[in-house]
């Protein structure tokens, strides 16, 4: 406990609490300029027997994170703990990780890329789907701000955002948030609103989907947006479109990994706390 108070001090909104039972905590850590190029997100689980007996569960989560950078950075973090056995290792991991990140920004490294993928990948995944749009592969807000600035119309209101009752499931948490829009500028003014809630802006995934009707054209400008968790979004879509038929709404589906794969199991909850959203 003295530990987590020690943490949240330092770090301030740089730390999220996650899930207060679970222990389920997230540190977002950066470069230290003014304009960070390298940031990465320690999500960690605190056991019942650290720090004691047992390590805490992490992990890692930055899009240019993989391969040789992710195996080199996990190792120093094992070492440190076996360097401090028995001892709150949280704040050397976290300074270690800025200390990589500095490093980074001070070599000759190219910029990070950012787009994001899962952490799970399915071998054989074999009820994919393929839908008749193209999903956005760029950054969400920053692809909207692009659509909306053709019009120049004067900012709508921002729509009232309801949230769902979350789905927890081995350590892995779901949550839908829906709010009804008309426009594409309403549905980047929503995902600007839910970013601006740190628990929500620190999750591993949010997916989201839209529908919107045009009565003037009678087509739907409809889109989705996997956030590195694979064809998560266009199930979302699908749901919202095949199956549930329902139109000017945006649903967004926040996944925090709790450091278990659930293969599948994943697409399950994703859909069913955007069903329960969009049934309430």
Request: proline residues 6%.
């Amino acid at each position: 406990i003295d530990e987590i108070e020690a943490l949240s001090s330092i770090y301030g909104e740089d730390w999220c609490v996650v899930d207060e039972d679970e222990k389920i905590y997230c540190i977002k850590i950066n470069d230290c300029l003014d304009q960070p190029k390298w940031t990465l997100c320690l999500q960690v689980i605190l056991p019942p027997g650290y720090p004691t007996a047992e390590p805490p569960i992490y992990q890692l989560n930055a899009p240019w994170l993989q391969g040789q950078d992710y195996m080199e950075l996990a190792n120093s973090l094992e070492e440190i703990y076996v360097q401090n056995l028995g001892e709150s290792i949280l704040y050397l991991w976290v300074e270690k990780i800025r200390e990589v990140l500095i490093e980074k920004a001070q070599s000759s490294d190219p910029e990070p890329d950012i787009k994001k993928t899962s952490e799970e990948v399915d071998e054989d995944d074999g009820d994919d789907f393929i839908l008749d749009y193209q999903p956005i592969q760029e950054d969400p807000v920053k692809m909207l701000n692009y659509i909306t600035s053709e019009s120049q119309e004067v900012d709508e209101e921002l729509p009232s955002i309801h949230h769902g009752n979350p789905i927890t499931d081995r350590r892995s948490t779901f949550q839908a948030h829906l709010a009804p829009v008309v426009t594409p500028r309403q549905v980047k003014r929503v995902l600007e609103k839910l970013y601006e809630n740190k628990k929500i802006a620190s999750a591993t995934h949010n997916i989201y989907a839209y529908r919107i009707y045009c009565e003037d054209k009678q087509t739907f400008l409809q889109d989705c947006e996997d956030d590195g968790e694979t064809a998560a979004g266009g199930r979302l879509l699908h749901l919202m479109q095949q199956i549930l038929n329902v139109h000017n709404v945006l649903v967004v589906v926040s996944r925090w990994y709790g450091g278990i794969l659930l293969g599948p199991d994943r697409f399950k909850h994703i859909n069913n706390c955007a069903r329960n959203v969009l049934v309430e």
